[in-house]
């Protein structure tokens, strides 16, 4: 009987220091191997131009009936394997980029004649398998490859948490209980892994720098919401209700031909959804956010020619739904 008590009180601390069921914690068990899978559609559709010369501005009839429509699909899959696990993130990840697909489908219509425009991006990443170390002098990720190569500039721009650890409350939270999340962290959302190197035979220099800055110029509010728990696939699951009004930009301006041209790029997108967070699992079950898109690109220019100034300037807003899904499955 005394053996029985002594054995108890000497798993009082590894019960103490355990997570329990219900926590809204990341704290997945060292060796395990994650699928996750992450999918975005989005369909544009024009819904404003404006053509201005000057001050004065081009009828919408003028304009030959013009129509615009984007669509954009793409499914990113990561196989994750935790070699080793730090406080609160992994120390060893090791990444296999198992599928990266992308694809964009563009139609337009003037005076009642279409153009269609298909393009699919690939990325040297596809099929490799990707390192990142934590080191606690830098306090930084060292990345690279294992097994076959890709170039080594990919390495830098990848993000290793995929699992929305900010999106975590840091704390014991109630139902109904919210926080803010930093906005630009919503671009772990919108783009997983970071800049993966997708690029199609269309992309330039100009769209990779547009990328670059959308990125760095995220700014909104993301508010989480913990709704308390509930059964999802047999798996018992935090409920963190997401609401995320997200604006960016990026601005480029060249001289061309005597004229100075700027080109200006806009997104303004809302997204309302769930993230279900496996609590026995320590990581991510599932997430869906959904909502509205919009894209607005002003194109302008500006010349001096003999003795007179000029002034140019299209604008175009497209807008329609989007929605953004990922999932997580154990790979025995």
């Known amino acids: 009987m005394r053996r029985t008590n002594l054995a108890l009180f000497a798993l009082l601390p590894l019960l103490a220091s355990a997570p329990a069921a219900d926590e809204v914690t990341f704290h997945v068990a060292k060796g395990a191997v994650v699928e996750k899978t992450f999918a975005h559609t989005l369909d544009l559709e024009l819904e404003e131009m404006k053509v201005r010369f000057g001050d004065e501005e081009i009828s919408p009839d003028d304009l030959g009936g013009f129509e615009m429509s984007v669509e954009t699909s793409g499914e990113l899959v990561f196989v ?77 721009p990848l993000i290793e948490d995929v699992d929305l650890r900010e999106f975590l409350p840091g704390k014991s939270v109630s139902t109904d ?41 995220m700014g909104g509010e993301v508010k989480v919401t913990f709704k308390g728990l509930r059964e999802e696939d047999g798996v018992r699951v935090a409920v963190l209700a997401v609401e995320a009004q997200i604006k960016s930009f990026g601005e480029q301006s060249k001289d061309e031909d005597e004229a100075q041209q700027t080109r200006r790029y806009e ?38 020619h003999g003795g007179e100034h000029f002034e140019m300037s299209q604008t175009i807003l497209l807008s329609g739904p989007s929605k953004l899904t990922g999932a997580w499955a154990s790979v025995e």
């Open 177 to 217: 209980d919210s926080w803010d999340v930093e906005a630009k962290l919503f671009d772990h959302v919108l783009s997983p892994g970071g800049d993966l190197g997708m690029r199609s035979e269309d992309d330039d220099e100009e769209s990779e720098e547009f990328e670059r800055q959308i990125s760095e110029n």
């Open 267 to 304: 997104l303004d997108a809302g997204f309302e959804g769930e993230i279900l967070w496996d609590a026995a699992k320590g990581r991510p079950h599932s997430y869906s956010l959904s909502g509205t898109t919009k894209v607005r690109f002003v194109d302008s220019s500006a010349m001096d």
């Open 80 to 156: 994750d394997e935790y070699r080793e696990m730090g406080d609160g993130r992994p120390k060893l990840l090791a990444r296999k980029f198992k599928n990266l697909q992308y694809e964009e489908n563009q139609s337009t219509t003037t005076d009642g004649e279409s153009e269609d425009k298909s393009s699919e991006e690939e990325s040297e990443l596809e099929g490799k398998t990707v390192l990142f170390a934590w080191d606690d002098d830098e306090d930084a990720w060292k990345r690279t490859y294992e097994g076959d190569e890709a170039a080594a500039e990919l390495l830098d």
